[in-house]
């Protein structure tokens, strides 16, 4: 139980390009997803919090422009990447909470690798 | 500000050389304290949660413990297998489900 899937799992695309990446969950209902961003060798840093229906919440630094989170139903959350720069190439990584349970716990997805070249 | 801090950065045993990694926290209030596993490319998998000092958690290999100011995740007998990156995370009571992760102890385990 408490699986999150991502999708894809890795995309190159081209700068100034804008990339949609998936997270579902897909044995439970996920009242609030969490976007991390991971760089090599560093640990996660949280880019923004959604609940299903509401907007999201981003951290401090976090352009929401740039960044758009839409929370549309309680198993889909996706993160585009408007206008995409080599910069923010980056290992996405989505979470879900809300698993019966364990109603706190996050479960990860497997990440989403960007290459902008 | 809420912290938390993993050492050491990283690790190397023998296999069934028994260790443990340490987690310190400096938080205004604890919710629950996380322990994942992430191996390269992937995402984290969840290990343990615990809640209040004193808790402890088994898991195959892996027993986490907490107290007040800081979780040991102790491995006994490791194999090759359980090479991979320990990360400890807090949630605090107050505002949104947020996780503060420590930046992991990376573990390998030589055959």
């Not at chain 1, 996660?44 to 919440?57: D, I, P, V």
């Not at chain 1, 549309?72 to 349970?101: N, R």
């Not at chain 2, 322990?35 to 402890?56: M, V």
Request: glycine share 8%; aromatic share 10%; hydrophobic share 30%.
């Amino acid at each position: 139980g408490a699986v999150v899937s991502q999708h894809p799992s890795w995309v190159i695309c081209k700068s100034g390009t804008s990339v949609k990446i998936e997270c579902r969950s897909l044995d439970f209902q996920a009242t609030t997803m969490f976007w991390y961003r991971q760089f090599p060798k560093q640990s996660l840093m949280l880019m923004a919090t959604s609940n299903e229906g509401s907007k999201a919440t981003y951290e401090q630094g976090v352009e929401k422009d740039k960044f758009l989170i839409n929370h549309a139903s309680l198993t889909l959350s996706t993160l585009t990447v408007t206008s995409a720069h080599p910069e923010d190439s980056s290992f996405y990584i989505c979470s879900a909470s809300g698993a019966s349970g364990n109603a706190e716990t996050q479960y990860f997805g497997p990440g989403t690798r960007l290459l902008v070249l | 500000e809420d912290q938390v801090t993993q050492s050491p950065e990283a690790l190397r045993l023998q296999e069934g050389e028994s260790s443990s990694l340490n987690c310190s926290y400096t938080v205004s209030g604890l919710r629950g304290l996380f322990w994942y596993r992430q191996d390269p490319g992937k995402g984290p998998e969840f290990l343990f949660t615990l809640y209040s000092a004193g808790e402890e958690k088994e898991k195959e290999r892996l027993k986490a413990t907490l107290t007040k100011k800081e979780s040991f995740l102790h491995i006994t007998a490791p194999k090759p297998e359980d090479s991979a990156t320990y990360l400890c995370a807090v949630q605090v009571n107050q505002g949104a489900q947020k996780l503060v992760f420590g930046q992991g102890t990376r573990l390998t385990i030589n055959p």
